[in-house]
């Protein structure tokens, strides 16, 4: 399968409302899974988190919350305790990425997020500067 094919198909699973309207659009990293026994491990994790510029720890909580099942941050890799699709997985991801990542002024990921409580974040956009409140 050549490389444009590959392209072409990726931007057409993403639903046309997340398509930013101006500039690159960011590209959500995704996940190379392993399953072994009843374990999911996300084998490029480190990777992934730098491309959204959150902590191993900090992503891990959210992956654990949406799916529901533990786990542990491994030398670079994540490890559930469940057996998930490539799709589950990566849908997780893609939603955090659409709600905690993504800048809501700017479309930009260069972001960080600062805790309110244990359920309210604060989205603040390194690049403009916006600040908006997420709910994670
Ligand atoms: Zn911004």
Do not use: W
């Not at 101006?22 to 899974?33: D, M, Q």
Request: hydrophobic residues 35%.
């Amino acid at each position: 399968m050549d490389y444009d094919k590959l392209l072409d198909r990726a931007r057409a699973s993403i639903p046309d409302k997340e398509k930013l309207t101006s500039g690159e659009r960011f590209e959500t990293p995704k996940a190379v899974l392993m399953i072994q026994g009843n374990k999911t491990i996300i084998t490029n994790y480190g990777d992934i988190c730098s491309r959204i510029r959150r902590t191993d720890v900090e992503f891990a909580k959210y992956l654990f919350k949406e799916l529901a099942v533990p786990g542990e941050v491994q030398a670079g890799r994540l490890i559930l305790s469940g057996k998930f699709s490539d799709r589950v997985v990566n849908d997780r991801i893609q939603n955090y990425v659409t709600t905690a990542v993504i800048c809501k002024e700017c479309r930009k990921p260069d972001t960080h997020l600062e805790g309110i409580d244990r359920h309210l974040k604060m989205l603040i956009c390194e690049a403009c500067g916006a600040k908006a409140p997420v709910r994670i």
